[in-house]
């Protein structure tokens, strides 16, 4: 029985490494492994959730946990760069998932260096590494030197793959909730994300003035300094139809995909782009960049912006959205699509990853 522990730090965290937890946590704990005992890293609210068949580390007091654990730990997976803490030994299968490299587009100065120096230090004391898509992989390539050491690419899955196709197929809604802020049944786009620059939402907001049947709401974490500047030329740009909503629930975001015109996504840095894919899952038509990963992970499933002056922009919207049917062949092509990535591979993946570095050793 080998030990393996994997950091689950960011579980209760609104956020993309904490989505990706909350999917792959509970399905890793069901898994049925009679080679591997694992530990779990958790904030401290969610110990012993997945089970009494796991052993828990505190995220608030590992070093603690750490002492008091007696077994041997094989291989330590850090599920994202941004880990506070490794553990182990000489012995210890490091393994690292590197998410994205936008510190590079988005730092500057000594914090940029920062970031660089501390990423190399991470991948190098790593024995095998892994990444979120082949941009990734590309980029980390053109950035560092790793050596010979092996980099794979493991997609992200999105939720279940339930979730979606039933509601869709069946008319059962029961996992969405109408928002409070749609107060009305006028026809809207919808976009999601950290209300940060490098997402692009701005571009979004005077596009608006030459679509005047449609609202659009912005939702996701509006903590960030940028989101002060976006409100500003909603209230100047926004016709009074654009509204940013703050993070909402997974069964609103649920309700949003499901009945909204289309999904608009501009953003310029992703590592993955989790929620293009959620929105073919309902049969959303999907308009993205072209930058960064979106172009691998929609494929065509996606309409293109390649001009971002306001008037072009909205007349790649109303082209797309003339020639898209909810349950027309493209929509059926996009959900399919959608539906491989998911947890479940993703899961296999890890799973069948480390049982290969453990039978290999260092």
Same mark, same amino acid.
């Given at each position: 029985m080998k030990n393996v522990v994997v950091d689950f730090s960011h579980l209760a965290d609104m956020n993309g490494f904490g989505e990706i937890a909350r999917n792959y946590a509970p399905l890793l704990a069901e898994a049925q492994l009679d080679d591997i005992h694992l530990i779990f890293i958790v904030p401290d609210q969610l110990v012993g959730s997945f089970g009494s068949h796991i052993d828990y580390i505190r995220r608030s007091r590992k070093r603690e946990d750490? @002492?008091?654990?007696?077994?041997?730990?094989d291989l330590w997976h850090a599920t994202d760069q941004q880990f506070h803490l490794r553990g182990g030994d000489k012995q210890t299968i490091q393994l690292l998932t590197v998410h994205d490299l936008n510190f590079l587009r988005e730092k500057s100065g000594l914090h940029r260096?920062?970031?660089?120096?501390?990423?190399?230090?991470?991948?190098?004391?790593?024995?095998?590494?892994?990444?979120?898509?082949?941009?990734?992989?590309?980029?980390?390539?053109?950035?560092?030197? +790793?050596?010979?050491?092996?980099?794979?690419? +493991?997609?992200n899955g999105i939720g279940s793959q339930e979730t979606g196709v039933r509601s869709q197929e069946t008319?059962?809604?029961?996992?969405?909730?109408?928002?409070?802020?749609?107060?009305?049944?006028?026809?809207?786009?919808?976009?999601?994300?950290?209300?940060r620059e490098k997402k692009n939402f701005?571009?979004?907001v005077p596009m608006m @003035?030459?679509?005047?049947?449609?609202?659009?709401?912005?939702?996701?974490?509006?903590?960030?300094?940028?989101?002060?500047?976006?409100?500003?030329? +909603?209230?100047?740009?926004?016709e009074g139809r654009v509204m940013m909503t703050g993070k909402i629930s997974d069964a609103e975001k649920r309700w949003l995909y499901s009945h909204a015109e289309a999904f608009l996504f501009p953003s310029r840095l992703e590592g993955f782009g989790i929620p293009v894919l959620e929105a073919m899952r309902y049969r959303c038509k999907v308009f993205s960049s072209r930058f960064s990963s979106l172009p691998e992970v929609c494929g065509n499933h996606a309409t293109y912006w390649d001009d971002y002056e306001p008037q072009a922009m909205a007349e790649v919207v109303r082209k797309g959205l003339a020639a898209w049917k909810k349950e027309g062949?493209?929509?059926?092509?996009?959900?399919?699509?959608?539906?491989?990535?998911?947890?479940?591979?993703?899961?296999?993946?890890? +799973?069948?990853?480390y049982r290969q570095l453990l039978a290999e050793g260092k």
């Open positions: 750490l @002492k008091r654990l007696t077994c041997h730990i260096w920062r970031h660089i120096i501390q990423l190399n230090w991470r991948m190098r004391r790593s024995d095998h590494l892994t990444c979120i898509s082949q941009y990734v992989k590309d980029d980390i390539l053109a950035h560092y030197h +790793i050596g010979g050491k092996a980099l794979d690419v +493991i997609y008319g059962d809604r029961s996992q969405e909730q109408r928002p409070s802020f749609v107060s009305d049944d006028k026809p809207f786009f919808f976009t999601i994300g950290q209300i701005q571009t979004l @003035k030459y679509l005047p049947d449609y609202r659009l709401y912005i939702s996701g974490d509006d903590h960030f300094a940028f989101a002060q500047e976006l409100r500003k030329l +909603i209230e100047t740009e926004g062949p493209e929509a059926t092509a996009a959900l399919e699509h959608s539906l491989g990535f998911n947890y479940e591979s993703y899961t296999e993946s890890y +799973i069948r990853l």
